[in-house]
């Protein structure tokens, strides 16, 4: 999985990842979402793992499909998990709405396990913020520092009434 900077963000399993060669050389456009990252004790020393969901469509579709897949992320985003496993007239909804129609079923999250924690299930504030200033927005660009600035502030004006320095 890489992601929309260039970078290798995850993998898949073989088998899944043999399929995605194949789409991708029919000629698809693939887009993983993030769903959630978690980190698991076991196998050891540990390991971070996640779910995506992962969509694609022809070059044919691409104006029906730009949209929901949007609609999608910005679900994933705020933490709900649609469930996007589904053909026929699912995607005929799609395609009839012009990407506008989003699934009303919900994925559930894995069960918790010993060991187990979800580190991040949907986008903070902050992300936010980040994403806004990444597309020229000043303002957020500005709060955004301003935001860690003064988190760091508050870490030093802690540490020091702690009598650490």
């Known amino acids: 999985m890489v992601n929309r900077f260039g970078a290798r963000v995850g993998h898949f399993d073989p088998g899944f990842s043999r399929e995605l060669s194949l ?13 959630f990252v978690a980190f698991s004790e076991q196998p050891e020393p540990g390991e ?10 022809t070059p044919r579709e691409k104006a029906v499909f730009e949209p929901f897949v949007q609609g999608i992320a910005n679900l994933m985003g705020k ?3 649609p469930q996007v496993d589904f053909e026929g007239r699912a995607v005929d909804q799609i395609i009839e709405s012009r990407g506008q129609w989003l699934p009303s079923n919900r994925e559930p ?16 504030f ?19 520092w301003a935001l860690m600035l003064g988190l760091v502030a508050l870490i030093v004006f802690g540490l020091k009434a702690c009598g650490v320095f």
Do not use: H
């Not at 789409?23 to 769903?35: F, G, H, P, R, Y």
């Open 23 to 35: 789409k991708k050389a029919q000629d698809m456009t693939l887009v993983a979402i993030l769903s």
């Open 79 to 81: 933490g709900i998990r």
């Open 109 to 124: 999250m894995p069960e918790k396990r010993k060991g187990m924690a979800i580190l991040k299930r949907k986008r903070s």
């Open 126 to 144: 902050t992300d936010g913020l980040v994403e806004q200033g990444r597309k020229g927005n000043k303002g957020c660009y500005f709060l955004s």
């Open 48 to 57: 971070y793992w996640g779910q995506a969901a992962v969509l694609g469509y």
